[in-house]
């Protein structure tokens, strides 16, 4: 007879915001043996904050736990086992029945849950999806991929050349290549688009970090698609072919193609939504006692009025932390407000800081210096839309420069002339006085 386990709660996954909610769990009040973390992944992974590789000394982030760092108490193995959480990991679930509230798992052993959580998070697009040849060559990494995180560190341990060809211009490939290269390997960068971090950077800003990257040794190579592999005798990559005809010398290839959310075990019983779970403003979805949250919540952004995912460690915060509150809440028969969430990103790389605040979408307006030989540039962006600021970034800002940008994206000012946003733009990156007149007026 097949064993059963019965829990009040259930995490499922191992998606950062896993991590995050265990701790506001703990934080409202749990019983020693109610809430279960169920995995496929090992110990080592984004339950922790672990599993993303520390480029700068080439190991495993083992030491990195969720909370480590912010103040707040460090979340590792034993802080789960402190709180009465129990880690279920290396375990597969094969089939979700909501009906019956249970998880099966390829062992046969059945867990039951009153109330689930759905963090599974997404997983990395594999190159046999985007037709690439030779993709059983070594030495080529999924950056989204846990499993491949320790292998990566081996590698990069071992190999005596340091060639590196980086596929994909977006987040994850934007901040590695500038980590390879302060550890003097020498990196290439490939992708389709027109210019790096499409989906959120204006030509103008990307002009700047292409031509900063440039002036620090990396290659970047744009509009181009990377389409397979040569290897050696020990299939190993040696060079990267390209759609033009081009080939790149390459050691090691690493891989920002892209998520996918992982929905597939709750198809057919939960509303799906732009790829992924649909929820309502408090992360419940279309089954009353199953929630969704970081990567594969799909909510409504009450700012815009729209439904959106949303991919950052900020919203799996925050989603996490609202959610918990809401079962809480309920459980309670309270009230808490619905989720508003005002989309953030942010990066460092080299000596460079950024933070995106808002809705990169209608004219963007440019103001600073974002000349990439400057030496120390400081420049930003708004973006208009129907006459409002709907979004705004800044590189190099402050504290009380990046909460001024913030609050502009929030409060979403009228703006009557470009030429005048501009100007203000100008005053927010100016002296002391300036900054906090804008912070304090946000009236444009």
């Not at 050349?161 to 003097?184: M, P, Q, W």
């Not at 744009?222 to 005809?245: C, H, Q």
């Not at 919540?297 to 995912?309: C, V």
Request: proline share 2%.
């Amino acid at each position: 007879m097949a064993e059963e386990k019965s829990f009040k709660y259930v995490i499922f996954g191992a998606d950062t915001s896993a991590g995050y909610a265990a701790r506001e769990f703990a934080r409202q009040g749990l019983k020693h043996g109610e809430l279960a973390i169920i995995s496929n992944e090992p110990a080592s992974n984004k339950i922790f904050g672990l599993g993303d590789i520390d480029i700068e000394t080439n190991t495993n982030l083992s030491k990195n736990y969720i909370c480590g760092g912010t103040g707040e108490e460090s979340q590792s193995h034993q802080w789960y086992k402190d709180k009465g959480i129990e880690l279920i990991l290396s375990t597969e679930i094969i089939k979700a029945d909501l009906s019956t509230k249970s998880l099966f798992s390829t062992d046969g052993t059945i867990f039951k849950y009153q109330t689930l959580i759905v963090a599974t998070g997404s997983t990395c697009v594999r190159l046999s999806e985007c037709g690439f040849q030779d993709t059983n060559a070594k030495n080529i990494f999924y950056l989204r991929d846990i499993k491949d995180a320790d292998q990566l560190a081996l590698t990069m341990e071992t190999k005596k050349k340091r060639t590196v060809v980086v596929i994909g211009g977006g987040y994850r490939g934007f901040e590695v290549s500038a980590s390879l290269t302060v550890n003097n390997y020498e990196v290439t960068m490939v992708f389709p688009e027109p210019w790096i971090m499409h989906w959120l950077f204006s030509a103008e800003i990307a002009s700047f970090y292409e031509g900063y990257y440039a002036n620090k040794g990396i290659k970047i190579i744009k509009s181009t698609k990377a389409t397979g592999f040569s290897t050696n005798s020990n299939g190993e990559v040696t060079e990267v072919k390209l759609d033009d005809g081009r080939t790149l010398e390459a050691d090691m290839v690493l891989l920002d193609g892209g998520g996918r959310p992982m929905t597939s075990l709750f198809r057919g019983q939960v509303v799906e939504e732009k790829g992924g779970l649909k929820t309502d403003g408090f992360f419940k979805t279309s089954v009353s006692n199953v929630y969704a949250i970081g990567d594969v919540a799909t909510f409504p952004m009450k700012l815009y009025g729209d439904m959106r995912r949303v991919e950052h460690v900020n919203h799996a915060f925050k989603s996490a932390e609202h959610a918990v509150k809401a079962i809480k809440a309920a459980e309670e028969g309270r009230l808490i407000q619905e989720y508003d969430y005002l989309p953030f990103y942010n990066s460092r790389a080299f000596d460079l800081s950024w933070q995106f605040y808002g809705d990169n979408v209608g004219q963007s307006v440019l103001f600073g210096d974002n000349d990439p030989k400057s030496p120390k540039a400081k420049f930003g962006t708004y973006w208009v839309k129907d006459g409002k600021v709907v979004g705004s970034f800044l590189e190099g800002g402050v504290v009380e420069e990046n909460n001024a940008i913030a609050r502009v994206a929030r409060t979403q000012p009228s703006v009557g002339s470009l030429e005048v946003l501009s100007n203000v733009g100008e005053l927010l990156i100016g002296s002391r006085v300036n900054r906090n007149r804008v912070l304090v007026s946000c009236h444009i």
